[in-house]
């Protein structure tokens, strides 16, 4: 007999087997020898009341033989000697489950991508974040994975609607991800495991008779009858196509450049931008589980907040436990901080992006009020979102000093307008600079930050101790690449550029996905896009 049951428990009796164990055979009315085992359906802490509990939701056998999980493989075909193929740029989320799926439909993925293999691209984020060397093609952006593969690893996404979520959960565990994923409310992997993983994807494509070509950059393509009939890479090949998967993300500017350059369509698409706020852990789980030390059977508490402020959303973004604040920098000269954590969150800091939401109408009010601008007749100009992160990005860059050391303030300060005299310590690499942030973020985005953290303060108070709002907290400057400030518009249903019907505009980047598993989806979704396409004989 199977029987689906709900549980709420104390983190120990959810963590150890022989209570959790004795709480299901409670539940059911039957003695623990009688279970066979138990599958985990969905796992969520519950922090609301004093005293946290996990939530539970399980499959119970009983009496009868209990089956393992198994995680379905698809059928990938081998693919070296098709004839059908399709060019995928860029090897992020996107590019990879696009080239999977291509291999599943019997397509063969031919994938360039400008920076390194995961293990080279280690020593050019070591050379940024000791000595302030940036490769502005192998970072933390840029190269196999893309910016997923060194990054916290969330895998939490509202983008039901836009693909199967589990399948692509499964995947992961397939390709070496722990199968709590499945599970978890809140699944993350961690940035030590996925560089195996995006290895196994990698020897997956390559197994199944794909092609994948590192320090491969796209730099340009022939248009000829509606469609691409050749690319060129920086390196100088031109190389005759069938279809084109442009899946570069949202660093990629020279990509947006490339394609306003031959006159394709492009859309300013509003995004968010702010700061990186970094808490000790401490503070942080002290407000969410409401008790001065957290338990070792809980995990490092994160927190999700937003509001409205002088009339604009302002959110927390993409929060790291347990983090590490990143130089996520693509260009020399411009400054961007993200954030990731380790899979056990075990380092002292909790930091979250903490973002504004910003569209063409606000940058073009800002600009009136602009004395220098560098991107002059801009106004009206579809990049101009991603004119005006560059903008944000530089001054950034030299407030800080230089070598990518980031400005910041105390968070107190930063609401009271007042320099921080001295700085807390910050897991930043590269360094901190103690600067005022009204002289980095312009205006409209610094005062709906300040008025926004008065009200997280107000929400995330202690009985005891200091709360979010706090001196020990540091505001760091510039939380920049949230989402893709730029959209290639593609047809709805075709899924092809509205210009160019070979050209399949994908993932971050096109302005379709936000995060990995929502790019992860859009890969799939573009590779079912280019197989009809071709059954169409488009
Ligand atoms: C530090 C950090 C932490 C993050 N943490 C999380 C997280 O925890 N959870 C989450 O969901 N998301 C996170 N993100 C965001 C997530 O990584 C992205 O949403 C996701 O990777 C987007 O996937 P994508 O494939 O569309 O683009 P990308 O991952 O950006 O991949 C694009 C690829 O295209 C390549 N490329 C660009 N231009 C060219 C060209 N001209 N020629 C050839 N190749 C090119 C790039 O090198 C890159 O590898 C994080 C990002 C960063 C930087």
């Known amino acids: 007999m199977q029987q689906k049951i709900h549980l709420m428990l104390s983190p120990e009796d959810a963590v150890m087997p022989s209570s959790l164990k004795s709480a299901i055979a409670l539940h059911c009315g039957i003695a623990p020898e009688d279970i066979t085992g138990y599958h985990i359906l969905k796992k969520s802490i519950d922090a609301r009341s004093k005293i946290p509990y ?21 059928a990938w075909k081998n693919v070296e000697h098709v004839k059908r193929n399709a060019c995928i740029i860029g090897a992020g989320p996107a590019g990879l489950f696009a080239a999977l799926k291509l291999i599943e439909l019997g397509i063969k993925p031919i994938l360039f991508e400008r920076g390194k293999m995961v293990k080279e691209r280690r020593r050019d984020l070591a ?38 979520i589990n399948r692509i959960l499964q995947l992961f565990v397939h390709f070496g991800a722990p199968a709590n994923i499945l599970w978890d409310a809140h699944p993350h992997i961690g940035t ?71 006159s394709l369509q492009l859309e300013a698409k509003p995004f968010a931008l702010g700061v990186r706020i970094e808490h000790p852990q401490s503070c942080i789980d002290a407000i969410q589980y409401h008790h001065e030390t957290r338990s070792e059977f809980l995990p490092p508490a994160s927190y999700q907040l937003s509001t409205q402020a002088m009339g604009r959303g302002v959110f927390s973004f993409c929060m790291c436990p347990g983090g590490i604040i990143a130089p996520a920098s693509t260009h020399p000269g411009q400054l961007v901080v993200n954030g990731w954590s380790p899979s056990k969150r ?7 992006g903490l973002v504004a939401e910003v569209n063409k109408h606000d940058v073009k009010t800002w600009l009136k009020e602009m004395k220098t601008w560098p991107f002059p007749d801009t ?14 990005e530089e ?36 360094g901190v600079a103690s600067v005022e942030l009204n002289k980095v973020l312009p205006p409209f985005i610094f005062s709906s930050l300040q008025q926004a953290l008065k009200t997280f303060g107000n929400e995330m108070r202690r009985k005891k101790g200091k709360g979010f709002y706090t001196n020990d907290a540091l505001v760091v400057a510039t939380e920049s690449r949230t989402s893709s400030p730029v959209r290639i518009p593609r047809d709805s249903i075709k899924m092809h550029h509205l210009q160019i019907s070979n050209l399949f505009p994908c993932g971050e980047g096109a302005g379709y996905a936000g995060g990995i598993v929502s790019a992860a989806m859009d890969g799939e979704r ?3 896009a280019v197989a009809s396409s071709r059954a169409q004989g488009l």
């Open 379 to 392: 106004e009206n100009d579809p990049l101009l979102l991603s004119y005006f992160q560059k903008y944000v």
């Open 526 to 528: 573009i590779a079912q």
């Open 192 to 262: 030590n495991k996925l560089p195996g993983i995006i290895t196994a994807m990698r020897q997956c494509i390559l197994a199944c008779g794909g092609e994948i070509h590192f320090e491969k950059k796209l730099s340009g393509f022939k248009i000829k009858d509606h469609s691409i009939s050749h690319i060129n890479l920086a390196s100088g090949e031109e190389i005759k196509i069938q279809s084109l998967i442009l899946a570069t993300g949202h660093s990629a500017d020279d990509i947006y450049l490339l394609l306003k350059n031959n």
């Open 127 to 164: 050379l940024l974040n000791k000595k302030g060397i940036l490769n502005p093609e192998s970072n933390y952006c840029f190269g196999e994975g893309g910016a997923g593969t060194y990054s916290d690893g969330k895998l939490y996404t509202r983008s039901n609607k836009r693909g199967d």
């Open 54 to 74: 996990i939530q539970m939701h399980l499959q119970v056998f009983i009496q009868e033989p209990f089956p393992e999980r198994s995680i379905p493989v698809p």
């Open 346 to 352: 075990n380092n002292p800091f909790a930091n979250s």
């Open 395 to 430: 001054k950034s860059f030299q407030a800080g000093g230089g070598n990518f050391k980031a400005p910041a303030q105390r968070l107190v300060d930063f609401c009271n307008h007042k320099f921080s005299a001295n700085l807390p310590q910050c897991s930043y690499i590269p």
